[in-house]
């Protein structure tokens, strides 16, 4: 009898302290077997969620993760054409310095050119 009544006590106080949320929250937060009770509870919600959605034939399973693919191609080859685009751009900023440089040493050589000529024809004279 007394231990009857002392598992009548636990159901009735689980169930009081279980209805309410301030009872609820002010409860023993270590209690193994609530923990397991809400654990269950919670899967057994994630496994009715995923049972009430409907699955998808293989084919279209199949063409879903070949769409993912290709994102992640079409993700990935961005990114090499914008590297590359950086590239090509410092390139061509390199290539536009190597012809000014170059300009301004074919204008150098025609100028010691010149200078070499007017020498000559200094000494020449004299």
């Given amino acids: 009898m007394f231990e009857n009544g002392y ?3 636990t159901k009735k106080a689980n169930l009081v302290r279980m209805g309410s949320i301030s009872s609820a929250a002010s ?3 270590a209690d193994p077997t609530k923990k397991r009770r809400v654990e269950r509870f919670r899967k057994m919600a994630e496994a009715k969620e995923r049972s009430s959605t409907p699955s998808l034939p293989s084919d279209m399973q199949a063409v879903l993760k070949r769409c993912e693919n290709l994102e992640k ?3 990935s080859l961005k990114l090499n054409l914008s590297f ?3 590239k ?3 390139q061509t900023k390199q290539i536009e310095e190597l012809h000014k440089q170059n300009d301004d040493l074919i204008s150098e050589k025609e100028r010691l050119l010149e200078e ?3 020498i000559i024809s200094e000494t020449g004279q004299m």
Avoid: A, L, T
């Fill in 7 to 9: 598992k009548e006590s």
């Fill in 27 to 29: 409860g023993d937060k």
């Fill in 73 to 75: 191609e079409v993700r």
């Fill in 84 to 86: 590359m685009n950086r």
């Fill in 88 to 90: 090509d751009s410092e």
């Fill in 116 to 118: 070499i000529e007017r």
